[in-house]
C-alpha cells in the first residue's frame, strides 16, 4: 500500500510561483508513474501533469503547459510541481496520484494523496 502526502500549497498573488511537494512511502515509488490533479470548487477533478517512472517523458494539461513543471526524485521518493505564472483559475486542491504507468485519466489511478489547497488571490 502506497501513501502520498502533499505539502507545499498556499496563498499567492496572480504572477506568482508555488513548488507543490508530494511524498510517497510504503511502496517501491520508482515502479510508479506518477500523476497530478486538480479540482476547483463545484469542478470535477481534472489532470495537470504526469510523469513516467524514470522521469523521461512528461504529459502537461494545455491549461498548464508552459508554466507548470514535473519533476521527480526517485532517491528520495518524491515528485513535484513546480508552478509558476499561476494564475486565479489555477485556484484548487491540488492532488498527486501513482499508479502502474502514465495516464491522464483519474479513473485508472492506485493511489491518492489528501491534497493540498492552492489559491491565487491579489
Known amino acids: 500500500q502506497v501513501q502520498l502526502v502533499e505539502s507545499g500549497g498556499g496563498l499567492v498573488q496572480p504572477g506568482g510561483s508555488l513548488r507543490l511537494s508530494c511524498a510517497a512511502s510504503?511502496?517501491?515509488?520508482?515502479?510508479?508513474?506518477m500523476e497530478w490533479f486538480r479540482q476547483a470548487p463545484g469542478k470535477e477533478r481534472e489532470f495537470v501533469a504526469a510523469?513516467?517512472?524514470?522521469?523521461?517523458?512528461?504529459i502537461y494539461a494545455d491549461s498548464v503547459k508552459g508554466r507548470f513543471t514535473i519533476s521527480r526524485d526517485n532517491a528520495k521518493n518524491t515528485v513535484y510541481l513546480q508552478m509558476n505564472s499561476l494564475k486565479p483559475e489555477d485556484t484548487a486542491v491540488y492532488y498527486c496520484?501513482?499508479?502502474?504507468?502514465?495516464?491522464?485519466?483519474?479513473?485508472?489511478?492506485?493511489?491518492w494523496g489528501k491534497g493540498t489547497l492552492v489559491t491565487v488571490s491579489s
Open positions: 496520484a501513482a499508479n502502474g504507468r502514465v495516464s491522464t485519466m483519474a479513473n485508472y489511478m492506485n493511489y
Open positions: 510504503g511502496g517501491t515509488f520508482s515502479s510508479y508513474a
Open positions: 510523469i513516467s517512472r524514470s522521469a523521461e517523458s512528461t
